[in-house]
Nanobody
Framework: QVPLVESGGGSVQAGGSLTLSCIAT?????MGWFRQAPGKEREGVAI???????NYATSVKDRFNISKDNVKNTLYLQMNNLKPEDTAMYYC????????????????????????????????WGQGTQVTVSS
């Protein structure tokens, strides 16, 4: 098991910033952040693969930055210029195991896939941290 422990959520006004952290012990192939707003499906926000290459959802590109400190085994999500529509529960997720392919963050039907064609789901999840942005 690779436990994931998140922190850093909170309440801010629109235009503000927050940084989420996720401590992961053990090897991970893909890691990232997902979010779920009330009544909506979980969606990918940003992921980073084992080579440090990031991938962002269009809605957060140029506002959020994902990074990973391999010494501290910690994943970060720096969120700037937050908007009310960013309000959601944010989850850290990881894939233990992988292959010779690029990490993805496709969510559908309650599952989130690191590789949708191969059916590889993210298999470690944190408990979630709430982010609330007021207008």
């Amino acid at each position: 098991q690779v436990p994931l422990v998140e922190s850093g959520g909170g309440s801010v006004q629109a235009g503000g910033s927050l940084t989420l952290s996720c401590i992961a012990t053990g090897y991970t192939f893909c890691m990232g952040w997902f979010r779920q707003a009330p009544g909506k499906e979980r969606e990918g926000v940003a992921i980073i693969d084992n080579d440090g290459k990031p991938n962002y959802a269009t809605s957060v590109k140029d506002r959020f930055n994902i990074s990973k400190d391999n010494v501290k085994n910690t994943l970060y999500l720096q969120m700037n210029n937050l908007k009310p529509e960013d309000t959601a529960m944010y989850y850290c997720a990881a894939l233990v195991g992988g292959g010779n392919w690029v990490c993805d963050m496709h969510c559908a039907g309650g599952d989130c896939y690191a590789n949708k064609p191969l059916g590889v789901r993210y298999n470690r999840w944190g408990q979630g941290t709430q982010v609330t942005v007021s207008s």
